[in-house]
């Protein structure tokens, strides 16, 4: 459990809600947690037409498309929005390098 959560969970037992029904805090307990929990992503995750963050360069990156060429699997990438990969560029794929949101 990390320190938003221990956060979390000292707040929501502090504090009794009357006016809040359980499955508003219950929605809001989840987006929360979805905010606090940042994994990896596997290749898998990785669409066409989506932002990531690359951890080893500290930036936002557009994924053009993911190519899964054997035996590497791979990433067409820019630093914004593309139509064509002639404009982007290409980097293999590197597991525990890609999230969701800043690292």
């Known amino acids: 459990m990390n ?3 221990v956060a979390l969970n000292i707040f929501c037992e502090q504090n009794t809600f ?3 029904s359980k499955d508003v805090l219950n929605e809001n307990y989840k987006l929360l947690q979805e905010l606090v929990n940042n ?3 596997k290749f898998e995750d990785l669409h ?3 932002w990531v963050w690359d951890d ?3 930036s936002y990156i557009y994924i053009f498309k993911p190519l899964e060429w054997e035996p590497v699997r791979g990433i067409r990438y820019a630093s914004h929005i593309i139509t064509n990969s002639v404009e982007g560029y290409y980097m293999d794929f590197e597991e525990n390098r890609f999230y969701r949101r800043e690292v």
Request: net charge positive; hydrophobic share 20%; glycine share 6%.
């Open 39 to 41: 994994p990896p992503l």
């Open 18 to 20: 009357k006016d809040i």
């Open 3 to 5: 320190k938003y959560q």
């Open 48 to 50: 066409e037409g989506i």
């Open 56 to 58: 080893k360069t500290k």
